[in-house]
């Protein structure tokens, strides 16, 4: 039950959900006033949840938090979270790369650097919600074993479904194998939670972000002075209503796990 309201609630106060229900209030309010307010009060969601200041403003509060550094230390093991790949489910034939598929091939550029000797995936799914058949720890796998990293090289933690359960899951077979410093690979803006769960668990965290949203010259590009450029950030887009919703995510995420006492 919590995993599905952990998955179902947080899609009514997202600002396109949160838009919905107001529009729902207002076809049945009777007051001509509070029509009007609930309203405003969609439209307002919608265009601060989608204009380009709001939604690089809240990812770069979340992925600036742990940049790159100069040079990634060794550890002794390098843990990938699941979520940068796609199921092969007809007409797609084999498993593919989406967004966040930085993820895969950053950890196999860190392993083939010598950073690491094992690399743990983890992820698993959820069965009422996807139908996909394999898991995202076997579909890193197979683009790891693709790109040339070997089989024994490989640890597969298959059975989280949340963040949480990715932490909690991993931590027990990297406990078994006597390890406590590790090298986290996940998306930048995933990254703080992340890293919080890992280290709540008394590992020593190595974290190692990709799939950065807003670089340093796409965020100045934000602020420049240009009548045309200021009209497009000014008016909302699909694209920066999702990046506004996963940085909602991330947060509302991070607030459930301090109330759960995981973090």
């Known amino acids: 039950m919590f995993v599905f309201l952990s998955k179902f609630l947080p899609l009514l106060v997202y600002p396109l959900g949160l838009a919905c229900v107001l529009l729902i209030l207002a076809l049945i309010r009777s007051s001509a006033r509070s029509k009007q307010l609930l309203v405003l009060g969609a439209f307002l969601l919608l265009w601060l949840g989608g204009n380009r200041w709001v939604a690089y403003s ?24 699941g979520g940068g790949t796609e199921a092969p489910s007809y007409p797609r034939l084999f498993v593919e790369v989406n967004g966040a598929g930085d993820r895969v091939l950053f950890a196999a550029r860190l392993y083939k650097q010598g950073k690491a000797p094992h690399i743990l995936l983890s992820g698993g799914y959820i069965s009422w919600l996807s139908q996909r058949g394999s898991t995202p720890a076997e579909e890193m796998a197979d683009l790891m074993r693709l790109i ?14 949340n963040t949480y359960e990715d932490a909690l899951y991993s931590s027990e077979m990297l406990r078994e194998r006597g390890i406590r410093n590790i090298i986290l690979v996940t998306s930048a803006q995933h990254m703080p939670r992340s890293v919080a769960l890992f280290e709540h668990q008394g590992f020593k965290v190595i974290p190692a972000p990709t ?5 340093e010259s796409n965020w ?10 200021q009209l497009i950030n000014l008016l ?9 919703t996963s940085s909602l995510k991330e947060y509302l995420g991070i607030l459930i796990y301090h109330l759960q006492g995981w973090l």
Do not use: F, K
């Open 58 to 81: 809240l990812a770069r509060s979340l992925e600036w938090r742990y940049l790159p550094p100069d040079e990634i230390p060794q550890a002794e093991a390098i843990v990938v979270l």
């Open 148 to 161: 040339g990293i070997p089989e024994e090289a490989l640890w597969l933690q298959p059975r989280s479904q």
């Open 236 to 244: 909302p887009t699909a694209d920066h209503l999702g990046l506004t």
């Open 211 to 215: 799939d950065y949203t807003v670089t």
């Open 220 to 229: 100045q590009d934000l602020w420049r002075p240009n009548l045309a450029r």
